[in-house]
């Protein structure tokens, strides 16, 4: 397999993950300097989920018709000049604006990455090359709260942008270089009133999770919101059944491997959310440890995500994405569980322990789960495939957050004070059940599917008979 075009497209996405979380650590010195409050900085947060999910259905169409390499190197101008303008802005106007701007560029470059990946790679070497692909997507969350924090403390808030200036020239030039031209059909004309109906729907519904979950407006804005969000999106089925070429394909969901990855990944990345939102508030504000130290202790994590790659493969050959993706399922479900048991009693060593380990797992899940989307779709789809999967990957981490700040709000407000351990601990254990559900979605799976690219082998009996079953086509 030739790695230095995942680790290309890996690194762009490591800058897009790392400023999107590093930004959190540091909203009390921005707003400081902006003069504002910290939660009316969380606008800025918002701004930029909500431009992710008005562009990113979008960057299939773009790929296919100016072409994936050409867009994904404009992605990073994009995203380079909004870090720069974030770093100048000198008002919460000019920052949320510059927040937006940057979420175009990171629209682009998500879903754009994987589609290089998919048309530049063998099948059978897709899984290696996710593994590559999937480290920035765990390692930025949770390298960024300790990196804000350091940066922030002994220098300033304005480098977190800037620092991706050099990363993003670096990016840029390597990736004209050694990124394949990936050439596609040419697309019908794009789809307006999808774009319309789906942008209202995935913006109006992220907006209003984003609002109810961190209150900077009233919550009847939040729930407004979602309201529009979810009738748009109602409209939007009725419209892409009729369409010749809606801008998300439903038809998608016909493929039994990617609908059983689509809901699954969807409800195990609602913990992805939940956990870098929930672990440093209860370490800070139940353990009453300072926001650097909270971050070293969450680190870890990226550890046990970057081990995963050198084993994923062979894991895929002898046991299938199907047991594969229940066990690690299953395992995400214990160690998120295990975190609402953390005391501040628990020793360090303990709590890293348990992260590094829950890295590892979620690390092999997403893996997995990300090869087993594109195992059975036509190279003609992968366009429609990676736009899809990175919308429902973008309003699961948004439903994470705002299911974990939901249950947060509500038992503050019923015990009538501040925030204490037991709030972080149920939260944990009502995001640990939702996490177990998406294990579902794959028991009822085929054994065989994606046999293609996990390189997996029935016994010849079972064999015939599951490939009448998998495919779904």
């Known amino acids: 397999m030739n790695r230095i075009v995942p680790l290309i497209l890996a690194v762009a996405l490591f800058m897009e993950q790392m400023d999107s979380t590093v930004i959190s650590t540091s909203l009390p010195a921005i707003a400081h300097d902006l003069g504002v409050g910290p939660i009316t900085l969380k606008l800025a947060l918002t701004a930029y989920m909500v431009s992710l999910a008005i562009f990113i259905p979008l960057s299939g169409w773009m790929a296919d018709r100016f072409g994936a390499k050409r867009i994904f190197r404009a992605a990073i101008v994009v995203f380079v000049i909004g870090s720069i303008f974030c770093a100048v802005a000198d008002s919460i106007f000019a920052f949320v604006v510059s927040r937006f701007l940057q979420g175009m560029g990171g629209a682009m470059m998500t879903p754009v990455a994987r589609l290089v990946l998919v048309r530049s790679t063998p099948r059978s070497q897709l899984v290696n090359a996710m593994a590559l692909l999937t480290i920035p997507a765990l390692v930025g969350p949770l390298a960024g709260p300790p990196l804000g924090g350091f940066i922030t403390t002994y220098f300033s808030w304005h480098w977190i942008f800037l620092i991706n ?6 990016g840029f030039i390597l990736s004209g270089i050694y990124l394949p031209e990936v050439r596609s059909d040419q697309p019908p004309p794009i789809d307006v009133t999808g774009f319309i109906l789906s942008a209202i729907a995935a913006a109006g519904t992220m907006f209003g999770l984003s609002v109810m979950s961190l209150p900077a407006l009233p919550p009847v804005v939040g729930a407004m919101s979602v309201v529009i969000g979810v009738v748009a999106g109602f409209l939007y089925v009725r419209h892409a059944r009729s369409h010749p070429a809606p801008l998300l394909d439903l038809k998608l969901f016909h493929d039994s ?7 699954g990944g969807t409800l195990f990345r609602i913990s992805i959310g939940a956990t870098p939102f929930l672990l440093p508030l209860m370490l800070q504000v139940g353990f009453g440890l300072t926001p650097f130290q909270s971050g070293l202790i969450t680190f870890s994590g990226a550890i046990g995500a970057i081990t995963t790659k050198f084993i994923a493969k062979r894991v895929l050959t002898v046991t299938g994405f199907r047991t594969t993706l229940i066990v690690a399922g299953i395992c995400g479900t214990i160690f998120t569980f295990i975190n609402g048991l953390f005391t501040p009693a628990t020793p360090a060593l303990v709590m890293i322990g348990v992260l590094l380990l829950a890295g590892f797992v979620r690390s092999f899940f997403f893996t997995s789960v990300n090869a087993l989307s594109f195992a059975d779709i036509p190279d003609r789809d992968a366009s429609k495939a990676t736009s899809m999967s990175a919308v429902l990957q973008q309003m699961s981490l948004a439903m994470g957050v705002a299911i974990a700040g939901g249950i947060l709000e509500i038992e ?25 559900t998406s294990i579902i979605p794959f028991i009822r799976m085929s054994k065989s599917a994606g046999a293609s690219v996990s390189g997996h082998r029935m016994p010849r009996k079972e064999g015939i008979g599951a490939e009448s079953m998998g495919s779904g086509k």
């Open 165 to 170: 200036v050099p990363v993003g020239i670096v």
């Open 257 to 263: 491997a990617f609908r059983a990855a689509a809901i």
């Open 412 to 436: 503050s407000t019923f015990s009538g004070s501040a925030l204490e351990l037991q709030d972080f601990q149920l939260a944990f254990m009502v995001i640990s059940a939702i996490t177990l």
